[in-house]
Each structure stands twice: as C-alpha cells, then as structure tokens.
C-alpha cells in the first residue's frame, strides 16, 4: 500500500508568490542570522504536505500557533538561563502569529527570536569570563541552582548576573576538587567559555532553521520532522547503513577536522596514506580544483566537501599526527568509493551457560535497526545489505554452530523501515500477517509474509527496552501474537505510526528553484539533495491482534527493571503524540502458546532477581537516579560538596565491586574512570 505513495499537489504558483516579508529587525550583539528565499520556499511547502497530508489532520491555527511558540523557546533556552523576562515579554507578541509566517514562508520573527537569544547567550559567556579575574571563596554556605526550568524567568539583568556568578564558581568549584592548581584551573575555565563563544560563532542560517522546523513539525505529531539537506544525508545513510565517501569517521578537535578512524577496506583505508589522528587542513575536488582551507570549520560543513559521488577523487592536504603546524602537510589523492558500515549491521555471538549440569550454546544476535540499502536494490542489485538478509546469514551460522535457542537484542533498535520489519518476522513464521496499517481514510491494510520458508525454528527470546520503538515494535509484537517466542525486558517506546520520506527536490520544481537562483545538485547515498527531506507521519499500524503499539509498546511477557526512566522517555510523555487504539484483529493462527509456561517463567525470574547482586545493584542505581534527578541544586561549599561526593563515589564502588565479585572479578580499590566524552563524530 505504502510501497507506492505518491502525492499529486499542484504547487507552483503558490509556492513561487512570495509576498514581501516584513523587515527583520536588527539585535546587536548577536550575528543577525537572517532566513533565505529557501528556506522560505521550504517552509511554506512542509506547510502545505501537513495540512492536506498528515495523517492527524491539523489545522494551522492560531492555537497550534501557541504549541508552536513554547516548543521553540524551550529549544533555545529550556533551562531559562538566558533570556530575560522582558525578552519573553517581548517575544510574546508573536505567539499566535508564528504559524502565519509559516504558512507564507515569512521566518522574520523566527530569527528576530533566535538573535536575541544568541545575544543574551554571547552576554553571559562573556559575563563568565570576566569573572575569572575575581577570587574564589568556597567557604560560604551557598548553592547554585543548576536547574531553572520551572522557575520564572530571571527578572533583570542584574539578578542574571546574581545566578551566572554561581555558575561559574561552580564550575571553579568543580575543577578545585580536582586540583588546587587555582591558575591553571582559571585557565582550563576561560578555555573552556572561549570555545563555547567559538562554537557560537559557527552557528549558521541553517541551524536556526533546523531547530525551527523541528519545533513547527513536532508540535503536529513527534515523527514528522524536516531534515535539511545534511540531516537528510545522515537519515539515508542510517537507512541504508552506507554511503559514497572516503571512509573515515571524522571528528572536531582543537579547531581541526580529524580523522578519528577508518572503514577497514575503504579507501582511505586502502591508500595507507591516512591514520587516526590525521588532521584534514584542506580539501580539493578532482586532479585540478583549488583547495579550500577547513581548519575552523564546523565537521558538517567539511563532510560536505569530502563525501561524493563514487568514482570521483577527492585531494586531501593532510597533518599527520604528531606533526606540528610548523611541519610541511602532505597531499594525498583517493577516489571515493561505496562504503558498508559492517560495525552498524546485524551483529551475532555465542554465549555459553551451565545450568543443572548441563551446558546451552545461546546465539545473542544483535538488531541496531531496521535497514536496507534502498539506492542497491532499486538499481537491481542481487547482494545488499538489510536487517532481514543479514539476519538470514547470521541464523546459518548459528545453526551451523548448533546453538540451543537465541536472543534477538533489539535494544536501543528506534526501528526503521516498516518492510524489513515483515521481512525479518517471516524469517520466523511460515506465512501470515505481521501488521496492520490504517491510513487516513481509515482504510486497514495488512502487510503479510508470504514466504512459507522458515529461516529458524528453534527456541527464541526477543529482548526489548524503553528505546526499542516502531519497527522493533512490529516485530516483537508480531512474535508474541504468533506465540513464537518469549518478550523480555521492559515495556517498549510506543511509536506506533507510519511515516513517509519525501525528497523535497521531487517537489520544488527546476522552474521554481531558478526563479530562486538556485541550482539543485546531484546526489548519492549520504550525499546531499538542495531542499532537505519531509519526513511526514501518514498512517498508524497496529499489532495482528488489533490493539496499537501507540503509547503502550509491547508489554513483556519477563519484565526487566528498567535503567530507563520510563517517565521521561517514550511516546506518552509528548503531547503532540496520537492516542493508543484499538482495531479488529488480523486473521492468523498461532504457531504456539507460551501463556501456560509465562507464570512459571516470572516465577523463576523473580527467584533469580531477589538472589541476583546483579539485579541488586541496578535496582539501586534506578532508586540513586531517581532521587538525583528531583534534585535541582548543589552546595557551592566545598568541604560539603567533596564530603557528598566522596560518599557517592564510596557508594558506586562498593556496589561495583559486589557485582565484580559476584562475577568472579578482582575488587577495585577505586573507582574506574569515566570515558571522556569527545566532540561529534560523523562519518566521510
């Protein structure tokens, strides 16, 4: 049904009439980041494929308008540590105007909003810096309020000043527990507020853009979005698990464009010309183009000059590592290839167990999404990469290996594309329906397997958690209908819709593009398209015995404690969100019933969690989190502070090393580090 959507919408005059937008206003202080003619054109398209074609049929009114309006200050300042009451008081004559300028492409006071912002953002970082010329004292009982969200916006500037000096001798405060160095800490700090103005600094059109868009999309349902024409790259390649580029994964280090690894047998790879820790200072297109400077840039912008269509070369000036800026960079030349991110694909182990004297060979197979390399298959290729096709090798060798039964992991699996889900669940079943889809004419369509080949047929467990959504959904869903195997872990996200990729380009014209001076590209996988992509929601899908996976997910038959705060995350926390119904079931019989055997399973689950210092020491930490997280605040007294955290960090070691022994492992005699965070990684 969905396999062949096509939309029919006569735009052209009403998308190229653009009547003259208000001036913006000027905000010193800030970049005045002003909207272009295509984004215009982009906006009051999305406008128009959501009014006539989103599944939840919302008007673009005054009150949506007001929806709108809040999910958009929230994004800047959520935590209310920038803006101003009279900023707010300011901005609030645009509450139910806003949904007018989308609808005729007018983003003035979209970016008016975004200035002021960015100017108060650009005032407290320097404020910061200013203040570490002054003298620290962590004696005083005081605290800082990290959390201001359910405060009322700082009055005036002088109270702003008031909480950002505690800020920054909590952040002082922070680097003293850690060295008495007090110049060097003030150092580490300014270094640290410099780059923050740094990154602000690099902060474009486009971003302001994107963060609109998704707060004008996201007030219709959570899973219409806009991608622009970057975020669109990205979104394919997460669906195809591949791209045209080099093969690296990059990252932004010191103002440098890294290479943080390489594609094993990609052709950066190949050319045993790059290693890790390379930095990129310029790049080139083909044997003759002039090379262009990207030391500074933002990592999106540099992807967009090193990824390209397959075949055609790219010259990179490379630093390697451990050169210096004084050493003299070498240039290298690599021909841009199709690359398989295998680290991303279905993955498989075996798990040995010995249980009543008897020993169990387990398949753990690992699900990160729902995928297929779409650009592959339409060109007629025969060997691709997909969820289902690559579950099919991973399932041979597993029984070539003779395992007793399997997991399916579909952890942190958010889904993907809605055919590899009844592809990978006729993989289990012999013939049958796998999910129901209702669009919006109310007509039920049933997506089924028709291949009578059973890929396994052996014992199974599919384990869920909060973040397994959608595709997961369908297919632990559909497992459980047909009695095929055992759900365990906690109840799942509850995406229970249907979205729709529209390619923007296929839309907008080359008669209204050029009317805009704009030249559309040509594209490949992960590279980029000129209009970005609709991701638009135009249907629900429903489980084979009726009920929506909407708000609810899939219920375990073994439940798990959640590490998750399932308050916080999943599809009924977002009121934008469709409500959980029910429709007739699907015609289909059972493979088997497992209800007789679920009690007794829960019964040795339960058994097994009160002995298990495993189970322990999470449900501990689930009740540590939960009580940290209603906390909004934190002492500015240092000998306080370090007498909390030494109790803390005494508390995760003894619960560490319970579970350490409890596995047979050495005691710490301290707590291991934390991995270092580092900047965005993309992949070339």
């Known amino acids: ?227 622009d024409p970057f975020h669109a790259a990205q979104f394919n390649v997460e669906m195809s698990r591949s791209l045209q580029g080099i093969g690296a994964t990059l990252e932004s280090k010191n103002e440098y464009i890294s290479i943080q690894a390489l594609v094993p047998g990609g052709p950066a790879d190949k050319s045993h010309q790059i290693a890790a820790g390379d930095r990129i200072l310029e790049v080139a297109q083909g044997k003759d183009g002039v090379f262009q400077d990207i030391v500074g840039w933002r990592i999106d912008n540099a992807i967009k000059l090193i990824r390209g269509t397959k075949g055609t070369l790219v010259r990179l000036k490379i630093l390697p590592a451990g050169k210096t800026a004084a050493d003299q960079p070498k240039i290298v030349e690599i021909v841009r290839d199709k690359i398989v991110l295998k680290d ?151 995406k229970g819709t249907v979205q729709n990729q529209i390619d923007l380009d296929k839309i907008i014209t080359p008669s209204i593009a050029e009317q805009l001076g704009i030249t559309k590209k040509a594209t490949s996988t992960g590279s980029e398209n000129t209009f970005g992509q609709l991701n638009l929601t135009i249907a629900k899908f429903y489980r084979i015995s009726g009920g929506s996976t909407q708000h609810k997910g899939v219920i375990p038959d073994v439940k798990f404690p959640s590490t998750i705060p399932m308050d916080k995350y999943g599809e009924g926390i977002d009121p934008s969100a469709l409500p959980f119904d029910v429709i007739a079931k699907s015609d289909y019989v059972k493979v088997g019933d497992l209800a007789p055997v679920i009690p007794q399973l829960t019964k040795m689950h339960e058994q097994r969690l009160s002995s298990s210092l495993s189970f322990k020491a999470i449900n501990e930490s689930i009740a540590d989190y939960s009580k940290k997280d209603k906390e909004n605040s934190v002492t500015l007294n240092e000998a306080e502070l370090k007498k909390q955290r030494d109790a803390d960090e005494q508390k995760s070691l ?31």
Request: glycine share 6%; charged share 25%.
């Open 1 to 227: 049904m969905f396999k062949r959507f096509y939309f029919v919408l006569a735009l052209g005059a009403a998308l190229a009439c653009n009547a003259a937008p208000s001036k913006l206003t000027p905000v010193p202080g800030s970049a005045n980041l002003e909207p272009t003619e295509q984004q215009s054109m982009v906006c009051k398209t999305v406008a128009t494929f959501i009014t006539k074609y989103n599944y939840k049929k919302v008007e673009l009114n005054d009150s949506l308008s007001g929806v709108i309006y809040g999910r958009y200050i929230k994004s800047l300042d959520g935590g209310h540590n920038y803006l101003l009451a009279s900023d707010i008081e300011d901005f609030d004559k645009y509450k139910s105007s806003l949904v007018d300028g989308v609808k005729n492409g007018n983003l003035n006071d979209v970016y008016y909003i975004f200035n002021v912002f960015q100017k108060r953002y650009i005032e407290r970082i320097k404020y910061s810096i200013a203040q570490l010329d002054k003298t620290f004292d962590f004696t005083p009982k005081e605290s800082f309020t990290y959390d201001r969200a359910d405060l009322p916006w700082v009055a005036n500037e002088a109270a702003m000043n008031v909480e950002w000096t505690k800020r920054v001798k909590y952040d002082m405060l922070n680097l003293a527990l850690a060295s008495k160095d007090i110049a060097k800490n003030k150092e580490k700090l300014k270094k640290r507020y410099e780059d923050l103005l740094l990154q602000n600094s690099k902060l474009n059109t486009n971003d302001v853009f994107q963060i609109f868009m998704d707060d004008f999309t996201e007030s219709i349902d959570p899973h219409t979005n806009y991608f």
């Open 344 to 494: 991303q694909l279905v993955k498989q182990e075996i798990k040995t167990y010995n249980t009543n004297g008897k020993t169990y060979k387990i398949g753990i197979i690992n699900v990160p999404a729902f995928y297929a390399d779409m650009s592959a298959l339409q060109a007629g290729a025969t060997n691709y990469n997909s969820t289902s096709r690559d579950m099919k090798l991973v399932l041979d060798t597993l029984k070539r290996a003779g395992v007793d039964g399997i997991v399916v992991d579909l952890r942190s699996n958010g889904g993907g594309l809605l055919s590899e889900a009844v592809s990978l669940t006729g993989l289990f079943i012999k013939t049958g329906p796998v999910v129901q889809v209702r669009d919006s004419r109310n007509e039920i369509d049933v997506d089924k397997d028709q291949d009578p080949s059973i890929a396994y047929t052996g014992p199974m467990a599919v384990l869920i958690d909060r973040f397994s959504a959608s595709a997961s959904e369908i297919f632990a869903g559909a497992i459980q209908d047909y009695g095929r195997g055992i759900i365990v872990g906690t109840q799942s996200y509850g």
């Open 654 to 684: 003894a619960r560490e090393n319970s579970l350490r022994t409890s596995f047979g492992h050495p005691a710490l005699k301290k707590e291991m580090p934390s991995l270092k965070k580092r900047t965005l990684i993309r992949l070339s």
